[in-house]
C-alpha cells in the first residue's frame, strides 16, 4: 500500500515552453502533497506544500507563479513549470501524506527528471 | 524556518563494521525525525523515524537516537553490508503545523567489501 505515481518520469523540454508534472497517490487519499527539488547530489529541497481544495504554500525563495501547483483532488496534485529555463534542470519529486492521518510519514514519488535545452 | 545539518557528507566503511550519521536541527518545536536512503536515481524510502517522545529506537541493524535538549539526532547501522550503499538524509518535521520535512544535506555511504 501507499503508493505514490509521478507522470512523466523524465521530460526534455525546450526553453520557453511549460512542462506539467502529475503526483498521484494510487491507493490512498492524500489531503496533503509535497513538491521537492533535488540537484545532482544535492538534497531534497522543499518548493511547496499543496493542499487540497487550497491554495499551495511555497518556500521561501520559490516563484509560485514560476511553478504552478494544483490539488485537484484527494489523489492528484500537479506542478506546472512555466515558461522553463536551462536552471530549471532538475529532479522534482512529490511526496504525499495519507488522510487517515495518523501516520508521521510522507510516501514519496519515483521522481521527474526534467531537462530543459 | 528549520535547519537540518547533517554530517558526514561522504563516509566510507569496511563491510561489518558501524556507520554513524549525525543531524542538528534548529528548530525546538520539531518533533518528527525520519531518515530515508535514497539510491541513485529513486525515490527516497524511510528506513527508521523516531518521534520526539522516545529517546532511541532500533529496527534489527539500524538505529535511531535523539537528544532533544541538545536538538540533534542520529543514524547508527550496525554490521554494515554492501547493499548498505546509498545516500541517506535525515529530516526534522512539525507534526502539528503542515508536517513539512526540511531534509539536511544528506551522506554518501559507501561499504566496502
Known amino acids: 500500500g501507499a503508493v505514490v505515481s509521478q507522470h512523466p518520469s523524465w521530460v526534455i523540454c525546450k526553453s520557453g515552453t511549460s512542462v506539467k508534472i502529475e503526483c498521484r497517490s494510487l491507493?490512498?487519499?492524500?489531503?496533503?502533497m509535497f513538491w521537492y527539488r533535488q540537484f545532482p547530489k544535492q538534497s531534497l529541497m522543499l518548493m511547496a506544500t499543496?493542499?487540497?481544495?487550497?491554495?499551495?504554500?511555497?518556500e521561501q525563495g520559490v516563484e509560485k507563479d514560476k511553478f504552478l501547483i494544483n490539488h485537484a483532488s484527494l489523489t492528484l496534485s500537479t506542478l506546472t513549470v512555466t515558461s522553463a529555463h536551462p536552471e530549471d534542470s532538475s529532479f522534482y519529486i512529490c511526496?504525499?501524506?495519507?488522510?487517515?492521518?495518523?501516520?508521521?510519514?510522507?510516501?514519496f514519488g519515483p521522481g521527474t527528471r526534467l531537462t530543459v535545452t | 524556518g528549520e535547519n537540518v545539518e547533517q554530517h558526514p557528507s561522504t563516509l566510507s566503511v569496511q563491510e561489518g563494521d558501524s556507520a554513524v550519521i549525525k543531524c542538528t536541527y534548529s528548530?525546538?518545536?520539531?518533533?518528527?525525525f525520519p531518515w530515508y536512503k535514497q539510491e541513485l536515481g529513486k525515490r527516497p524510502q524511510l528506513i527508521i523515524d523516531?518521534?520526539?517522545?522516545?529517546g532511541e529506537k532500533k529496527d534489527q541493524r539500524i538505529a535511531v537516537t535523539l537528544n532533544k535538549t541538545a536538538k540533534h539526532f542520529s543514524l547508527h547501522i550496525t554490521e554494515t553490508q554492501p547493499e548498505d550503499s546509498a545516500v541517506y538524509f535525515c529530516?526534522?518535521?512539525?507534526?502539528?503545523?503542515?508536517?513539512?520535512?526540511?531534509f539536511g544535506t544528506g551522506t554518501s555511504l559507501t561499504v566496502i567489501p
Open positions: 528548530d525546538s518545536a520539531s518533533n518528527y
Open positions: 529530516a526534522a518535521s512539525r507534526r502539528n503545523t503542515g508536517n513539512q520535512f526540511y
Open positions: 499543496s493542499n487540497e481544495g487550497s491554495k499551495a504554500t511555497y
Open positions: 491507493d490512498f487519499q492524500a489531503t496533503t
Open positions: 523516531i518521534r520526539s517522545n522516545v
Open positions: 511526496s504525499a501524506r495519507s488522510i487517515a492521518d495518523r501516520y508521521y510519514e510522507q510516501y
